[in-house]
């Protein structure tokens, strides 16, 4: 089984600055994807960014990149130059990737980012 | 446009009764899940399809029921059984897995309240 971990409930920046949303996740298979997904007040689930886990190259995204540590389990979520429209609940997701549960996602708990003017 | 349409927005149900909630897509996807959404709980899986005519129990499958029978459709039933149906419920579809196709695509949700 998948289990993904998000540890900060509630995260804030400034406008224009930067700020990284922490996910650790957990799992036994060999090949599998990570996800961040933006959720706004409208509650329609936004893919933000995904990572293919046989990649070694972080994924970028125009301002968002991931810095992911395979070894240490670790996918974290970098917003650089942070807009109000930024504003939301950040859910790390996790995905095998591929036989029969292919596609089913594992959350985590969620972050809530607050931007700042 | 292409997408999944869930309806309606909100629904209210009194205790002891059946409601089922809609998922429908026109994005041509083989696969269909129905993921519940608590405050601070993050989302969790409830069924999920793979295929029409076959389904198989998420994490958190008891006191709700599903069935598939078009691949455009994979309504929710949230029985009596289930004790605590309050919640915001999310549908998702996405393709057969290749490298590239892995993204989910998810409805609206359903705003579902208990009076």
């Known amino acids: 089984a998948q289990t993904v971990t998000q540890s900060q409930p509630e995260m804030s920046v400034q406008e224009a600055e930067t700020v990284t949303l922490s996910c650790t996740y957990d799992?036994?298979?060999?090949?599998?994807?990570l996800f961040w997904y933006k959720q706004p007040p409208s509650r329609q689930m936004i893919l933000v960014i995904r990572q293919e886990a046989y990649k070694q190259q972080n994924a970028t995204e125009n301002r968002f990149s991931v810095n992911f540590q395979k070894a240490a389990k670790s996918f974290s979520l970098k917003i650089s130059d942070s807009q109000l429209g930024d504003a939301a609940m950040y859910f790390c997701?996790?995905?095998?990737?591929?036989?029969?549960?292919?596609?089913?996602?594992?959350f985590g708990q969620g972050t809530i980012l607050t931007v700042h003017p | 446009d292409g997408g999944i349409t869930q309806s309606p927005k909100y629904l209210f149900r009194k205790e002891g009764q059946n409601v089922t909630l809609s998922c429908e897509q026109n994005l041509n996807h083989d696969a269909m899940y129905w993921y519940r959404q608590d405050p601070g709980q993050g989302l969790r899986l409830i069924y999920y399809?793979?295929?029409?005519?076959?389904?198989q129990k998420g994490d958190i499958a008891e006191g709700y029921s599903v069935s598939r029978e078009k691949k455009e459709s994979f309504p929710l039933t949230v029985t009596s059984a289930q004790k605590n149906p309050t919640a915001f419920y999310l549908c998702a579809s996405s393709r057969a897995p290749t490298v590239m196709n892995t993204e989910a695509f998810f409805g609206q949700g359903t705003r579902l309240t208990v009076v």
């Open positions: 799992t036994s298979e060999s090949d599998y994807y």
């Open positions: 399809s793979q295929i029409v005519n076959d389904f």
């Open positions: 997701a996790s995905s095998n990737a591929g036989g029969t549960s292919y596609g089913k996602l594992t």
